[in-house]
């Protein structure tokens, strides 16, 4: 029996249709391009010029940054009177190209700056007390210059301010009930600019840097700074964090991007190596799916030193020991995760009945804390609820990580059950919790009613958001070529899904690898391969097709054509 799709296919608004039509014509566009544009609020020349152009000079002034003046003038004094500055960093993507920004750009400053990384399983995330005093024990600081971490650590600021330690935070995270007393918090969250509020930890360190900078300058000092290089992190930490790719993200992305293709860094080049990427076509996908995973996967088992020390690395041979150990590092991650997702599957799969259960609970004992992140990301894609994922340490305490599903906020979710948890936080999506010691059941329960309260009664199925429906005759290279003025893709700027209707398929189907479907379909006198990743198991429907797609470039043979990457199908239906 065909399997149907399970999605619910949501088209995209475009209600200005002599907007579109004049973007069409003045910047040379196909309309369904320019339609897209329109329902993504570039409603106007100028912003969909700067949308297809961003420059760099569109960048924002850094005092627009909270405590920005403070700060500089802190690091300024530090560098004058050779204080000893750390730079306190994370073991994610973010965390160590932010490290590696600041601690790089203070050195050509002329500070006496050495970097800093908590170790995720013994100190937990970002200012913790116990990162802190080991911070102070190594290395004897007179200022601590947090990236991506510490707005709410009041009592590691506290207690570094009772050892003659100031604190400088960086950062981007939501605000919390409280605020720590540093001597300036530069978060955009506390500022009034909706743009800045997008940016990555390492888009807030990189606009301290030009805050640094331009303050030396207008203090007369003699700075031969080019910020411009260092754009290969910021757009690795950007895309690797999951931010919206749009604003000055979108600009310092696609520039960094560029800078990426070209690097001279002998780590990256050997990253790129291990991870057999073709340097000259690194994208968005490559920095989120190749990249970022392996910088990422030292600091999920434990310390994230290897992937900073690859980053700052400028001798080729000690690049290539690094990034081998950090593809291993990677395919140990791997192994963990699948063997976590087998867990937890069966164990919900046994017990999920979607009619009781809206937001799922589940834990093991010896579950790697830095892997759960991504397991529970499996989940949700297996079961389209929010999913709690928890490790239980040997001292009855669990640590957690929280994804969630389009309209309902984990954080609130996990308000609501704070009498179970010593700490929790994130945003809206992704957040991290700590369970009290023996309340993982009740907390299962208390989450699980807090998910009823916001989705009972709601159709919980995908939702399939599609840009818009075009016939297979409009799919040609300069349609492509036009599309691909979009890019980079991500979050907040996704690759645009097209739906075309009443397609027939003119070959037989084919299974790859007993996991992906493939099909040849055409619509009058073009036709297709359209490939379905992991759409072995879909039954095909008799009769035309609707099916949902990406349009991508296929390089096989030494030859380039265009092809079809499937979202959905079904059996073809009237347009609406």
Not at 45 to 53: G, T
Not at 502 to 531: C, N, T, Y
Request: aromatic share 6%; proline share 4%; net charge negative.
């Amino acid at each position: 029996m065909p399997v149907a799709s399970n999605k619910l296919w949501r088209f995209e608004a475009t209600e200005n249709a002599a907007a579109a039509q004049e973007l069409a014509n003045v910047l040379s566009l196909p309309l369904p391009i320019a339609r897209v544009l329109i329902a993504r609020g570039h409603t106007d020349l100028d912003s969909a010029d700067l949308f297809l152009q961003p420059r760099l000079s569109r960048i924002g002034a850094p005092e627009e940054l909270p405590d920005m003046a403070e700060a500089a003038k802190r690091i300024w004094d530090a560098v004058d009177a050779r204080e000893r500055v750390v730079v306190f960093g994370d073991y994610d993507v973010d965390g160590i190209t932010s490290t590696a920004l600041m601690v790089q750009v203070l050195r050509k400053l002329g500070a006496d700056v050495v970097p800093f990384l908590p170790h995720r399983i013994e100190e937990g995330y970002g200012l913790s007390l116990e990162a802190l005093r080991r911070c102070i024990e190594d290395h004897n600081p007179r200022l601590i210059v947090t990236v991506d971490c510490g707005t709410g650590s009041v009592a590691a600021v506290e207690e570094a301010a009772k050892r003659g330690v100031d604190v400088i935070i960086t950062d981007h995270h939501q605000l919390g009930d409280a605020l720590a007393l540093a001597r300036a918090v530069v978060n955009p969250k506390r500022g009034e600019n909706e743009d800045l509020k997008q940016l990555a930890g390492v888009g807030v360190a990189f606009k301290l840097c030009h805050g640094l900078v331009k303050y030396g300058r207008d203090q007369r000092r003699a700075i031969d700074v080019d910020l411009k290089p260092f754009l290969e992190w910021v757009a690795l930490g950007t895309i690797a964090d999951v931010v919206p790719l749009v604003g000055e993200n979108r600009i310092l992305s696609a520039h960094g991007l560029q800078r990426l293709r070209e690097t001279a860094s002998p780590g990256l080049n050997a990253l790129f190596e291990v991870a057999g990427i073709r340097k000259k076509e690194i994208g968005a996908y490559h920095v989120g799916f190749q990249i970022g995973p392996r910088l990422n996967a030292a600091g999920r088992l434990g310390g994230a030193e290897a992937a900073l020390e690859l980053l700052l690395c400028s001798e080729i041979g000690r690049a290539r020991v690094l990034a081998q150990t950090l593809d291993q590092a990677n395919r140990e991650r791997q192994d963990a995760e699948t063997e976590i997702v087998a867990a937890a599957l069966g164990e919900l799969e046994s017990r999920f009945d979607p009619a009781r259960d809206f937001g799922l609970v589940v834990a093991g004992e010896g579950w790697s804390p830095g892997v759960i992140g991504i397991v529970a990301s499996r989940l949700v894609q297996r079961f389209h609820r929010p999913v709690v994922v928890i490790s239980m340490l040997e001292n009855g305490v669990g640590r957690g990580s929280c994804r969630s599903i389009e309209g309902f906020d984990v954080v609130a979710g996990l308000k609501a059950c704070s009498e179970h948890l010593s700490k929790f936080g994130g945003h809206a999506m992704a957040a991290g919790l700590e369970l009290k010691e023996g309340h993982c059941d009740a907390f299962a329960e208390a989450f699980n009613r807090a998910a009823e309260s916001v989705l009972g009664g709601k159709d919980l199925r995908p939702i399939l958001r599609i840009d818009g429906r075009i016939s297979l005759d409009e799919v040609d290279r300069a349609f492509f070529e036009a599309q691909e003025r979009m890019r980079p893709f991500g979050m907040g700027n996704p690759g645009p899904i097209w739906a075309a209707s009443g397609v027939r398929i003119v070959s037989e189907p084919r299974i790859l690898k007993e996991e992906h479907l493939k099909l040849v379909v055409a619509s009058g006198a073009r036709q297709f391969d359209a490939m379905g990743w992991g759409m072995a198991e879909r039954g095909i429907p008799r009769g035309p097709l609707d099916i949902a797609f990406r349009i991508k470039e296929d390089h096989f043979g030494g030859q380039s054509r265009l092809m079809l990457e499937m979202q959905d199908f079904r059996s073809a239906e009237k347009c609406d």
